[in-house]
Nanobody
Framework: QVQLVQTGGGLVQPGGSLTLSCAGS????????FGWFRQAPGKARERLSC??????YYEWPVKGRFTISRDNAKNMVYLQMNDLKPEDTALYYC????????????WGQGSQVTVSS
């Protein structure tokens, strides 16, 4: 059974940092592509960043503040988030896809990130 288990998240003050982790299990081979997404209350799901092999991609709202990385030996993918803003408050998901409309992928359970003073 393939699954992604997320850890991290929580409450942080504006300007603070958090790291989300995503542990993959059950895969015969670690997937080549991973994505991080988020969904705020009342808003559509938003793609944030993707990594395919060692190549990375960021959407403009998080470019320069968030960093996606992976450790294939540990079957882990990370999202380092710096300079967090209140508008970053959302439920964050990792997934084995960058284009969920094309490739559904496997999804993590979600991690709540709340940015508030």
């Amino acid at each position: 059974q393939v699954q992604l288990v997320q850890t991290g998240g929580g409450l942080v003050q504006p300007g603070g940092s958090l790291t989300l982790s995503c542990a993959g299990s059950g895969f015969t081979l670690m997937p080549e592509t991973f994505g991080w997404f988020r969904q705020a209350p009342g808003k559509a799901r938003e793609r944030l960043s993707c990594i395919t092999g060692s190549e990375t991609y960021y959407e403009w709202p998080v470019k320069g503040r968030f960093t996606i990385s992976r450790d294939n030996a540990k079957n882990m993918v990370y999202l380092q988030m710096n300079d967090l803003k209140p508008e970053d408050t959302a439920l964050y998901y990792c997934a084995t896809t960058c284009r969920p409309g094309v490739v559904p992928g496997t999804w993590g359970q979600g991690s709540q990130v709340t940015v508030s003073s």
